[in-house]
């Protein structure tokens, strides 16, 4: 380790993480191509689309479970949670940062260490995304690949419906996360630091 550089993210993290990654982008482009199946405008040629969707969506599940577990075993699981104290404030300097500072060539508020990966209102993101956003895209994708187990009705509707558009407006929203995602990878102390990261597990220190 030197100064500028220390090693940081697991092994296990890194091919969770593009993994996970590939997953979601095969999710969104086949999930969109059956959503807007359109002969005239195809992404994905529509029993294609949905057998790929089928397939990944299940080694989604499979991959999800992997990363609940690990992170639980490893202890990973703490760097999503916001650490006291000034979480309040550092959200808020954050928050600014992301919206201001950043087009300033302020400097970062939040150091990452090896105990704190994460700032505040990416612990907070990543907490919502995981564990809300996920397990209710999953669930409600299985439900759709196995509608005998919905329920007939649902708040009025038929049952497959409201889980229906429950999972379509969950999987929009990931597919905005991963975007914006894409795009604070970015800001690191080059373009490309955060993504070399993710790939070598060394992060590289303003």
Known sequence: MSADREYLISPW????????????????????SVHFADPALMLVEFSLAV????????????AYLFF??????????????PKPPGILQRLIAQGRWYSFGIFRGEPSPHLVTKE?????LQALTYWNV?????PTVIISGLVYLYPEFAPDKLFGFDGL??????????????????LS????GTTGKTVGAMFRTMFTGWHEHE
């Open 116 to 120: 704190q990966h994460f700032n505040v």
């Open 130 to 134: 995981m564990y809300l956003l996920m």
């Open 181 to 184: 995602h894409i795009y604070l």
């Open 51 to 62: 057998r790929l969707h089928n397939i990944a969506g299940v080694t989604l599940v499979a």
């Open 68 to 81: 609940v577990v690990a992170n639980i075993v490893s202890g990973n699981w703490w760097q999503f949670v």
């Open 161 to 178: 419906l409201p889980i229906a558009m429950l999972h379509y407006l969950t999987a929009a929203a990931i597919l905005l996360f991963m």
């Open 13 to 32: 993290i890194r091919v969770w993480h593009w993994t996970n990654a590939l997953l979601i982008l095969i999710l969104g482009v086949t999930g969109i």
